[in-house]
């Protein structure tokens, strides 16, 4: 009888994972093909997150272990922004011209850019000191610019994989799984760093991180493109005049540009160096960096099956306008910190913010992009955030020295406020219904 009782517990609680893997009981009625698709997705999210989480929280970190000075840091930023920009229209021209998006991710996004973490952690086996500091930072840049280059294939791939109907829950389910794969790996990561010492623990971490990641890389590879088998067009119009009659045709689209460009450059004029001011001015350990990010995603892990359901029943547009004018809050908040673990306090709100934020703006990206130019037009958006970040992060690097990071805290909160009300004044609400495919 317990052994039956067992088995039903068993097979119940495989079930509710299963339906977990592809969003909730409103996949279960899709194809299989789909559903397939799905979980493969969701999989993909877990170890892309784990291998993401790592190399973010601990890569500015590891650069200061190898000498580095915070100008550096914000220069590294900056690079980094600037290289995207680059890249990102060729990559939406080839994806346009020549298809093969699943492809396209694959080799550039899953393995030539998570190639780059492995190769920066045996770069101090490699290079000695002073030059490590700069190969460091060349390698972590050109991580960068291989996975903007694969961005647009990406998108385009993601927004044929996720029916629209059920996208806010299926994110949900699946930032969820992301969010408890982040925590967990942050914090052992971290506790791994602070046993081994610098920068054995730091070179350690990032190679756990490349092998993590090629487990991301194996799982979208069995994703099924859903245009494999379609006639795709090789048109191959795209230039800088027909980019701005375009984009003068679409304002929504132009509006919702010249917002992110104010939002992101106000992000990143702090971005670089919360991580730094905690480790130099609140005297946190790499334990501590750990369980910081960690609660960012415990909060982020709670909300976003909730969050999900919110961005289905409202719409991602005002999900992400609620965000948008409270997530300034965050850095009037490090301004009155005295220790380093007040700030598990200040990234368990930001972890719920951030978690609303981006599901709701990635589902309103996806339903105000047209399905057949999604790679143009989120290369131009990310072309938008990458440049903003950049000039975000130059700006932050003159004045960071002079002024110190209280100043630019500030400076980066008012900056997020105004960028919230110009979203609020002119990216209107859609006046089309979500399956349309020509906003204006």
């Known amino acids: 009888m317990a052994k039956k009782y067992i088995g039903a517990i068993w097979n119940e609680a495989r079930q509710s994972f299963m339906r977990l893997t592809i969003g909730g009981d409103w996949a279960l009625a899709l194809p299989a093909t789909v559903r397939r698709n799905l979980r493969w997705y969701w999989f993909d999210g877990l170890y892309s997150a784990a291998s993401d989480n790592i190399y973010l929280t601990y890569l500015s970190v590891y650069i200061l272990a190898l000498g580095a000075t915070r100008t550096q840091i914000g220069l590294m930023s900056s690079l980094s922004s600037f290289t995207a920009a680059l890249v990102l229209l060729p990559a939406a021209f080839l994806v346009e011209r020549f298809g093969h998006s699943k492809q396209f991710t694959v080799i550039f996004g899953g393995v030539i850019a998570r190639a780059m973490i492995l190769v920066l952690s045996i770069g101090p086996l490699l290079v000695v000191a002073p030059g490590i500091v700069w190969f460091a930072i060349v390698i972590a840049v050109t991580r960068d610019a291989f996975a903007n280059f694969a961005y647009p294939a990406w998108m385009s791939i993601t927004g ?95 509006f919702l540009f010249t917002t992110t460009a104010l939002w992101n450059f106000s992000l990143n004029v702090a971005g670089p160096f919360f991580t730094v001011y905690l480790v130099q001015n609140l005297k946190a350990n790499a334990t501590m960096v750990g369980l910081t990010t960690v609660a960012t995603s415990v909060a982020s892990m709670l909300i976003q099956r909730k969050v999900g359901s919110l961005s289905d029943r409202w719409g991602p547009r005002r999900l992400q306008l609620i965000s948008m004018l409270l997530i300034p809050i965050l850095p009037i908040c490090w301004v009155f910190v005295t220790a380093a673990w007040q700030i598990i306090f200040v990234n368990l709100l930001g972890g719920i913010l951030w ?75 859609l006046k089309f219904s979500r399956q349309a495919t020509n906003p204006n």
């Open 160 to 254: 044929d994989i996720v029916p629209l109907e059920g996208r806010g829950r299926y994110f949900g389910a699946r930032n969820f799984i992301m969010a408890i794969a982040g925590m967990l790996t942050t914090m052992l990561i971290g506790e791994l760093i602070t046993r081994t010492g610098t920068p054995w623990g730091y070179q350690i971490a990032m190679a756990i991180a490349f092998l993590i990641g090629m487990g991301g890389t194996y799982c979208f590879g069995q994703i099924v493109d859903p245009r494999s088998n379609l006639p795709h067009s090789n048109d191959t119009s795209i230039t800088f005049k027909t980019l701005w009659v375009d984009l003068r045709a679409k304002k929504l689209i132009l």
């Open 355 to 429: 978690g609303a934020f981006s599901l709701a703006s990635f589902n309103y990206l996806l339903d105000l992009f047209p399905n057949n130019l999604r790679a143009r037009y989120s290369a131009l958006y990310q072309i938008v955030v990458t440049l903003s970040l950049a000039i975000g992060a130059a700006l932050g690097s003159a004045i960071i020295t002079p002024l110190g990071f209280k100043v630019v805290f500030v400076v980066s909160s008012i900056g997020r406020f105004i960028a919230g009300l110009l979203f609020a004044g002119l990216v209107r609400p």
